[in-house]
């Protein structure tokens, strides 16, 4: 997401029978259990990070010829790297260390995107452009930079071939991992009426009462949750009548994102149903509550404050967010939900950030633009291991993943880009899910 200035029918489904499926799917050996599910996949957490491309991060990591489209689909050798020079200008890449990370925040904006991107060329990333345009934003980070990730890849399963699902900023993006379309463009608009709304820079607030993923879950009595970091402590200073002092921890040291919570960040608070409901919105220090206690819900979201996202400029590190990410997935992976939870690791959008593979063509179901490539793991047990997906997907995949799996199997439930995107099965290992889950 940026921090600029810049204007940032409900179906009714009946309650699923627990009913386990021919395969053993909706039990496992061993850990607490949710509701009857299409696969042995009981519990799925997304963790979702911001504003890095596919490029800048795995374009060291895979070893092909840029542009030789392996079929193959294991290890390095089965993705492209990144091109040693950049399309359009022929320069050498900058290296995307912890301190090029933290002293530039690329332009990001759905304008500048459409112009880099000029008609599936990817050439104007460095040049040319109609705004956005930098030699910053060639940059690779290399593996001494992003071990936990090329980690990910080599010892979970990465999509190769996962777009940001519109050219724009987070806020835009955030929208299809649970309304799985198009809402407003880049950061336009803060949640209407949500908490800490009163301290954000934007002041353009809006609502929207269309149906989402949380409708779905909610109204078939499945549980989740959307925690987020830095919330308790957003409620607890407006108690009294202040905006919150920013976290020690922060870089930047100031009283907005990336250094306190943003409701902006969750696009459940756009929706009246869900706003602040603390059934659904709960602050990141519960994650570990609920592991700890068996209450996990089914589904779970998961963002760190702004400066643990990943999230370039402002003083942050690539180091903070792979800290945070790490945490987390040590946490699960050392509870009794390991052997039942398949964990996501997603990053909203580019962020401005080169990457070599066009987009695919509109969508037909919105007509909006793809955006360019973002990493996107499966981690734990149910990943295929040291696979690389070529699968075209984007955050609507997991949308459809998650009526697939816990609405009974069927999908395209709210009549938008989770009736058309592919599923996440590619990413996913049949012996361990125990049925196939549809690519």
Avoid at 17 to 46: D, F, M, N, Q, W
Avoid at 88 to 115: K, N, Q, R
Avoid at 376 to 403: D, L, N, Q
Avoid at 432 to 438: D, L, S
Wanted: aromatic share 10%.
């Amino acid at each position: 997401m940026t921090n600029i200035a810049v204007p940032r029918a409900r179906d009714v489904l009946p309650l699923l029978l627990a009913t386990a499926v021919a395969a053993g799917c909706g039990s496992s050996s061993s850990g607490p259990v949710g509701p009857a599910t299409s696969s042995r996949i009981e519990h799925v957490v997304v963790i979702v990070q911001e504003n890095i491309s596919f490029d800048s991060y795995m374009g060291t990591w895979c070893t092909a010829p840029t542009g030789s489209n392996p079929s193959c689909t294991e290890g390095p050798e089965c993705c492209e790297r990144a091109p040693d020079r950049d399309p359009g200008t022929g320069i050498a890449p900058v290296l995307l260390d912890d301190a090029e990370h933290a002293a530039f925040d690329p332009i990001h904006l759905s304008v500048c995107f459409d112009s880099e991107i000029n008609g599936g060329r990817m050439d104007q990333f460095v040049a040319g452009a109609v705004c956005g345009s930098s030699q910053r934003n060639f940059a690779q980070a290399d593996a001494a930079t992003v071990p936990l990730y090329h980690e990910y890849a080599r010892d979970g399963a990465m999509a190769d071939r996962w777009f940001q699902s519109v050219t724009g900023a987070s806020s835009a993006n955030d929208m299809y991992l649970v309304r799985a379309a198009f809402v407003f463009p880049d950061n336009q608009f803060m949640p209407e009426g949500a908490i800490g709304d009163e301290c954000a820079l934007n002041k353009n607030v809006a609502s929207w009462d269309d149906p989402t993923i949380g409708d779905l879950l909610a109204d078939a009595g499945i549980g989740w949750s959307f925690y987020v970091e830095g919330y308790d402590h957003m409620v607890d200073s407006l108690a009294r009548g202040q905006c919150p002092a920013p976290d020690p921890a922060c870089p930047l040291g100031i009283g907005v994102y990336p250094c306190v919570y943003d409701p902006s960040d969750i696009p459940f608070q756009y929706y009246p149903r869900f706003r602040d409901d603390p059934a659904y919105i709960k602050d990141y220090s519960r994650l570990a509550e609920d592991l700890a206690s068996g209450t996990l819900p089914p589904v779970a979201w998961v963002k760190g404050l702004g400066f643990k996202t990943e999230h370039p400029g402002y003083g942050t590190t690539i180091t903070a967010g792979m800290e945070f990410v790490g945490g987390i997935v040590d946490e699960i992976e050392a509870s009794p939900y390991a052997s039942n939870t398949l964990v996501l690791v997603v990053y909203d959008e580019s962020g401005g950030y080169f990457d070599h593979v066009a987009p695919p063509p509109n969508s037909t179901v919105d007509g909006k633009p793809y955006g360019p490539r973002t990493p996107t793991f499966a981690v734990g047990r149910f990943a295929r291991k040291g696979t690389v997906s070529h699968v075209p997907m984007e955050h609507a995949s997991i949308v459809r993943f998650i009526e697939w799996n816990w609405l009974g199997g069927k999908t395209g439930q709210l009549q938008t880009r989770d009736a058309v995107a592919n599923g996440i099965g590619s990413l996913l290992d049949p012996a361990e899910t125990g049925t196939a889950v549809p690519e």
